[in-house]
T-cell receptor, first 108, second 113 residues
Framework: AQRVTQPEKLLSVFKGAPVELKCNYSYSGSPELFWYVQYSRQRLQLLLRHISRESIKGFTADLNKGETSFHLKKPFAQEEDSAMYYC??????????FGGGTRLMVKP | DSGVTQTPKHLITATGQRVTLRCSPRSGDLSVYWYQQSLDQGLQFLIQ???????AKGNILERFSAQQFPDLHSELNLSSLELGDSALYFC????????????FGPGTRLTVL
């Protein structure tokens, strides 16, 4: 069975500080990994996917197969980054498995 | 609005009742996905339809069923409702059945009293 774990339910940082939202997965095959984000009063939307290897809104995520992790990072947090972040894995059974989510609060 | 739409926004009902949630995908999207989000279980995949056919099934209860119609809108039917079915139900759509980006609707909040 595939599983996604986000160990932190809440992460609070000050504006300008680095941010790392942790995501660990368990999956026997080769995973496709995503980060989805939900800003206040907005819909859940895709932030980035590992296959694209791109930076979106200053965020990057690297797939580490050895550590089975896909942590989301940003060097300098902005207040507008405050949101709920979900790590998700596309694997067996043609389904997207989500982690429990991490609420990021960026304080001024 | 060309995005995913869901109706109703809120639904309050009693235990033992049956409800139907409706989802219209983005224009051109053939796949529809249903998710349940509850406080204790997080965001859980329920079921996927692709162009009218069931494509994948997650932890969907037997009391729940779904279908996708020829115009590609989908309905999620929940019957014999229990208190624990209270949750936010999301619909998402994508242009294919694979791992392409899923576009989410605003959700339907179901409260079972």
């Amino acid at each position: 069975a595939q599983r996604v774990t986000q160990p932190e339910k809440l992460l609070s940082v000050f504006k300008g500080a680095p941010v790392e939202l942790k995501c660990n997965y368990s999956y026997s095959g080769s995973p496709e990994l995503f980060w989805y984000v939900q800003y206040s009063r907005q819909r859940l939307q895709l932030l980035l996917r590992h296959i694209s290897r791109e930076s979106i809104k200053g965020f990057t995520a690297d797939l580490n197969k050895g550590e089975t992790s896909f942590h989301l990072k940003k060097p300098f947090a902005q207040e507008e980054d405050s949101a709920m972040y979900y790590c998700a894995l596309w694997g067996a059974g043609n389904m997207l498995t989500f982690g429990g989510g991490t609420r990021l609060m960026v304080k001024p | 609005d060309s995005g995913v739409t869901q109706t109703p926004k809120h639904l309050i009902t009693a235990t033992g009742q049956r409800v139907t949630l409706r989802c219209s995908p983005r224009s051109g999207d053939l796949s529809v996905y249903w998710y349940q989000q509850s406080l204790d279980q997080g965001l859980q995949f329920l079921i996927q339809y692709y162009n009218g056919e069931e494509r994948a099934k997650g932890n969907i209860l037997e009391r729940f069923s779904a279908q996708q119609f020829p115009d590609l809108h989908s309905e999620l039917n929940l019957s014999s409702l229990e208190l624990g079915d209270s949750a936010l139900y999301f619909c998402a759509s994508s242009d294919s059945g694979g791992y392409n980006e899923q576009f989410f609707g605003p959700g339907t909040r179901l409260t079972v009293l």
